[in-house]
């Protein structure tokens, strides 16, 4: 992270660290991932030791061209060049700089905290405030022990209002980051569920949480929220709502919805006051009046913040990885433009493998509190260190800074109607296209031009949950153990190189396929990590050469057709022999391997890179002595194929169940399937250790009022006795919604609450009844989601829930999601 501070001398001192000896050097920016690399001259590099150790990656960084580390241990080898702080504790040691850095500004700081609604009230917070105050806040969600220090260190000479908010998962987090934040405001928002998997209750997550404010001046919050606990909190000033208790600062005596928004009315020091809220959910509502309470403790006056309120806009939380025109990419951050948020972005955008080109739409950068010069000087620096190829600036000073940028095909416009215009000319193909803009220059517009169109029928991916259920399955496994991800079946439904993209700069191990096609497309997307075909074609066996693929050989024929694809002259080609160890399926049994060792010694054009097997019943306990047959099934072929081939191979026998129950068997790598989409029989899902991935939603297309005894549908099956409503949702079977789920089988969710298919599922529609839901024509039909789970839908039809994902027809778009 970017800011302009203190020699690596003075650094050493503030963390207390031994040092090599080296150049001294001005540190502007902190890092601590070695993929996200700006500034390297002027960087500082923190080898945190998390999930990842940073310790194995000094080499990559030092590539890169930074120069400074704070470690914990010496790497092998010490370039001369190069400065290395030395302390017990590298996170202690950039939290205790950002302590530093935070003790040398005094202006007020709003710190928030809670279990639900942090982002929405800070962003809210920003959104009223920035007309009176130049604000720093910490972008998007980065409320971790991590991400604070990092945008604490981004505090500067010309911010008047920093807002921070602060997110913990067990005990002793908020004491670290209390000081590093130090608030003199306070917010708690919604206490919900959250986390509470890391405190032995709900009443010590309180406790935990509240220790943000030990030192505020001014703390709000609902008083339902402390119930009763007011005494953990400092001697503060106080400023409570409530819809409950008369005597809060704010008492809400009236609330009432128009049209799609809310009136509230308040007792504020013994007067009347209303607002008026742009939003009718019943989150929204409370975070809006979290923020009401704020301004008013703040000593604004009613009138002003009323006027305010109306314009509180959607906080997008994430950017939207679509398909564009032209065998385009296209990444929408079209609603906010920021300097954090765009190196964000841009370190999302630099992910994207599947096109030669990275092109960058911006707009100008409002309010980053930085002279203009400086702030597009920074901004064209950036854009030369993540490597984009064409540009098209939007905005008077974008135009008037336009000397600094150096991109090989840029281009600049005074507004946005201007760049709209231009479009057919500039004839977008095959590139990777990041949309970022301030929401006055409705950069939305440039997003639909540049979009596929397609079917309405939305599937929605969360890659943030797929790196989260990858991390958790990680945290998982012994040090050493190597992780492969299945990407087969089009990712079990969730996409092809939009998961794999992720999966390799999260730095899996591997990949594995079903098809060779389906491993020659990644490598035509960029996708580098080595790929196993688990049924691999030997009229492919080219195709697979050509592109470096590794196919799994599992029978001799299969072994003897690849040889003869083969060059006695080339290097060993690796390959992955698959032992039958009860499935029945595909594999050697353990009767061939002395033939295979055999022919294995003959034919020393191929290595083989591993040996595995399949579990029958991994997540079954009813069949562990089975699974524990196999384990010594696959040691005995293990080390007959070991004896006889003289040198190591990597072997694995794990699927994600498997991970879960039996840590014992993780080898030297485990295979991750379905776990990696948030479904793991041996995972309860009340746990919370795995998140959803997938949203599959659609609308209604029309209402219609049903007499009782008329029929709905093919056939005549549905009908409604009593009469009724019923609405046509925009999916059917052609879409993966199988007809199994009519006639009241299968249950949509309609404005979250549950509709019943009424007869047959059509080809590309069906019908449900909302006689007893609140509903118009456009509205959203959720089939799957966080509340009504892809397990749910398996249970309704008796199935399984890999056959719901990888039903989902292709002609369903695929959004793409990244916080």
Known sequence: ?????????????????????????????????????????????????????????????????????????????????????????????????????????????????????????????????????????????????????????????????????????????????????????????????????????????????????????????????????????????????????????????????????????????????????????????????????????????????????????????????????????????????????????????????????????????????????????????????????????????????????????????????????????????????????????????????????????????????IIHNLNYYRSRLQPGVKLMAMVKAFSYGSGTFEVANVLQYQKADYLAVAYIDEGVALRQAGISLPIMVLNPEPAAFAQLLACQLEPEIYSFTLLKEFLSHLSPAQEPYPIHIKVDTGMHRLGFILSELDELCQLLQQHPAVKVQSVFSHLVASDAAVHDNFTRQQFAWFKQACEKLQNTLGYPFIRHILNTSGISRWPEAQLDMVRLGIGLYGIDAAVPAASGNLQPVATLKTSISQLKTIKPGETVGYNRKGILPKGGRIATVRIGYADGYLRTFGNGVGHLLVNGKVAPTVGNIAMDMCMIDVSHIEVQEGDEAIIFNEQQTVADLAQQIGTIPYEILTNISQRVKRVYFYE
Not at 188 to 206: N, R, Y
Not at 276 to 301: F, H, K, R
Request: with cysteine.
């Open 1 to 465: 992270m970017h800011s302009g501070r203190y020699t690596i001398g003075l650094i050493q001192q503030i963390i207390g660290a031994g040092v090599t000896s080296g150049p001294e050097t001005l540190i502007d920016t902190l890092l601590t991932d070695s993929r996200r690399i700006s500034n390297p001259a002027t960087a500082l590099f923190f080898a945190l030791n998390g999930r990842r150790d940073g310790h194995t990656y000094l080499h990559e960084v030092y590539a890169a061209g930074v120069r400074n580390f704070v470690v914990q241990h010496l790497p092998d080898e010490i370039p001369a060049d190069a400065t290395f702080l030395i302390v017990p504790d590298v996170l202690a040691a950039l939290q205790a700089l950002a302590v530093y850095h935070r003790n040398h500004f005094q202006l007020p700081v709003i710190g928030i905290t809670g279990s639900n609604g942090k982002t929405i009230v800070k962003e809210w917070l920003h959104q009223l405030l920035s007309a009176d105050y130049q604000v720093i806040r910490s972008p998007k969600s980065y409320n971790s022990q991590i991400g604070v220090p990092l945008f604490v260190w981004q505090i500067g000479g010309g911010d008047t209002l920093g807002i921070f908010e602060a997110g913990i998962s067990t005990v002793q987090e908020m004491a670290r980051l209390e000081p590093i934040i130090r608030p003199s405001i306070g917010v708690l928002t919604h206490m919900g569920t959250a986390h509470d998997e890391g405190f032995i209750s709900a009443a010590q997550k309180l406790k935990e949480k509240l220790q943000l404010f030990a030192h505020c001046q001014l703390i709000v919050y609902q008083s339902e929220a402390l119930a009763g606990q007011t005494g953990l909190l400092p001697a503060a000033r106080h400023f409570t709502w409530s819809r409950q208790a008369a005597g809060a600062k704010v008492f809400i005596t009236k609330q009432w919805q128009g049209q799609g928004e809310t009136h509230l009315e308040a007792m504020y020091n013994e007067a009347m006051i209303s607002c008026v809220i742009p939003y009718q959910d019943e989150a929204s509502v409370e975070n809006a009046i979290t923020c009401w309470a704020v301004l008013l403790a703040m000593g604004y006056m009613p009138a002003a913040i009323a006027k305010r309120l109306p314009y509180l806009q959607p906080v997008r939380m994430r950017l939207e990885l679509k398909n564009g025109r032209n065998n385009c990419s296209v990444i929408d951050d079209s609603y906010n433009s920021d300097l954090q948020s765009l190196e964000i972005a841009l370190n999302f955008l630099t992910q994207q493998n599947q096109h030669p080109v990275k092109t960058l739409i911006l707009s100008d950068i409002l309010q980053s509190g930085l002279p203009n010069e400086v702030l597009y000087q920074q901004v064209a620096a950036m854009l030369r260190q993540k490597g984009i190829q064409r540009f098209m600036g939007v905005g008077v000073q974008l135009s008037a800074h336009q000397s600094h940028f150096q991109v090989p095909d840029q281009y600049f416009y005074a507004t946005t109607e201007a760049l709209t215009d231009d479009l057919p000319r500039l004839n977008f193909q095959n590139e990777s296209i990041l949309i970022k803009g301030a929401r006055i220059f409705q950069f939305q517009r440039i997003s639909r031009a540049l979009v596929q169109k397609a079917h309405g029928t939305v599937l929605e991916i969360n890659l943030n949950a």
